[in-house]
């Protein structure tokens, strides 16, 4: 089976990329990307691509290549859905905050939708992918909808999860570590599977592409987010124990890390992990292990998630206590907001937190990011309903420039490792700060002793002994 016209519903930090690296890859291939969000939808087709809703490096080099040949993104959902023969699910999956299942559990509303529309539309049959993150045996529920439409069309379902880092998606994509597809364990299944992964094997070796049932291809996403959001929280459990022992947690990492069973990635102390992924997929494992009973399991995994906003909440207790015992009035400035450098994705970033935690002590917040919007921060500080969108504002302003925000700051927080942040001139910064001069280094990316010896009180994750006072 040769699949020539592909339709992507969903043009968000999966759906966009990806689709713009399979068109890239497979040009006698006809790809759609569909939303329903218009102005999203523009910024994909805006002539300036530096205008793309979504900042990926090497993203705007693929999409020049690619679109207007093979790739296009569109608003007309219905008539995408109509010409292709495989269709790619690459909605938005959120933690439900709602209902049963609230705060753990996937919602699936836009995942439902998708498939009532494709039921709806199609006349001819399908492959439908499920490329979104999604609890275990999602396929079985899309499958129940689109085989129940009465007007005769086959579909099949497969898994596809994305493994993609925010910041390297784009090398992710072009090298990625493997690809997995999962799928019915029938001749009319495995046809499908090896439709997609003919796709895939353009330009990715085939053993890399692994075959497996739906429900493995689904659960395996879960997991593998599960295990490196346990290891980032494992190893800021002992930066704090590193903070009181004397130890040096970039030390114990480097020791543990040249450890060939354990490896050195994800092991680097921070103020918390972020993302789209992350917590909600661990979230969803909770929920799915107690749906089952299995009580003990969820118990460890959501331990995860406590650790993770434990670390959050101790980063902002710090800045209280070392800028003794009181904020109310004095202003931090952060650099960065998004959860991580090389995306303008700000989900579930520790900025976010560690922000809202000093403006309930009335600390006057001034953010400094290179890729994430005024609009952007406002709207991640009006969702928690912490404080009316008014209070929001008249506690945190937003600059475009780095030495501005810093100017008479009563203390300065980094909060994303931007590269940029070491290059900065520290010497004029200090200056111009209110003395004594606070740096709180959530990403362990500055030089303790060049700070210290510019005048700066530089504090980090994980080391007790790198702070003057």
């Not at 890239?24 to 809703?53: M, Q």
């Not at 019915?184 to 353009?202: N, R, T, V, W």
């Not at 921070?270 to 107690?290: E, H, M, P, R, T």
Request: net charge negative; with cysteine; proline share 3%.
């Amino acid at each position: 089976m040769k699949i020539k016209n592909i339709c992507c519903i969903g043009a968000g930090y999966v759906g966009g990329p990806t689709m713009a690296v399979l068109a890239l890859k497979n040009p006698d291939i006809k790809i759609t990307v569909v939303d329903i969000n218009e102005g999203r939808i523009a910024a994909w087709n805006d002539t300036d691509l530096e205008n793309l809703p979504i900042y990926e490096p090497g993203l705007k080099e693929v999409v020049y290549e690619a679109r207007g040949r093979n790739l296009f993104f569109s608003t007309e959902v219905e008539k995408a859905i109509d010409e292709a023969e495989m269709i790619f699910i690459s909605v938005n999956t959120p933690t439900k905050t709602y209902g049963k299942g609230k705060g753990m559990a996937a919602d699936l509303k836009y995942i439902e939708l998708s498939a009532r529309q494709i039921a709806k539309v199609a006349t001819t049959d399908k492959i439908v992918v499920e490329k979104s993150t999604l609890p275990v045996r999602t396929a079985h529920a899309i499958k129940n909808i689109l085989d129940h439409t009465g007007n005769g069309v086959k579909f099949q379902i497969l898994s596809n999860p994305e493994f993609l880092a925010e910041g390297t998606a784009v090398q992710d994509l072009l090298n990625p570590d493997r690809v997995l597809i999962g799928g019915e364990e029938s001749e009319e299944g495995k046809e499908a599977i090896d439709a997609l992964a003919d796709i895939y094997a353009s330009w990715i070796s085939r053993e890399k592409i692994l075959k497996t049932n739906v429900w493995s291809s689904e659960l395996s996403k879960l997991v593998a987010n599960a295990f490196l959001a346990q290891r980032v929280s494992s190893i800021n459990a002992i930066s704090e124990l590193c903070e009181v022992t004397g130890a040096d947690v970039s030390e114990v990492s480097m020791a543990i890390g040249m450890d060939s069973r354990i490896g050195s990635k994800f092991l680097k102390a921070s103020v918390g992990f972020g993302g789209s992924c992350f917590q909600k997929d661990i979230l969803n494992l909770v929920y799915i292990a107690k749906s089952y009973g299995l009580n003990a399991v969820a118990d460890y995994w959501e331990q995860v998630i406590i650790m993770n906003d434990h670390q959050k909440n101790r980063f902002a207790e710090n800045i209280v206590t070392k800028l003794y015992n009181t904020v109310s009035g004095k202003k931090i400035t952060f650099l960065g907001w998004a959860f991580k450098k090389d995306t303008n994705d700000t989900r579930e970033s520790a900025a976010i937190y560690v922000a809202d935690a000093l403006m309930n002590e009335e600390a006057e917040i001034t953010v400094y990011d290179p890729k994430v919007s005024e609009e952007r921060i406002y709207a991640d500080l009006d969702y928690l309903n912490t404080r009316s969108p008014e209070a929001n504002r008249r506690l945190l302003k937003v600059v475009d420039d780095p030495y501005q925000a810093c100017l008479e700051a009563h203390a300065l927080a980094i909060l994303t490792e931007w590269d940029e942040f070491r290059d900065y001139e520290w010497n004029k910064i200090y200056k111009t700060v209110v003395k004594p001069a606070f740096i709180f280094d959530g990403r362990k990316i500055l030089e303790g002793e060049k700070m210290n010896s510019l005048g700066f009180l530089y504090s980090t994750i994980g080391n007790s002994g790198n702070i003057k006072q």
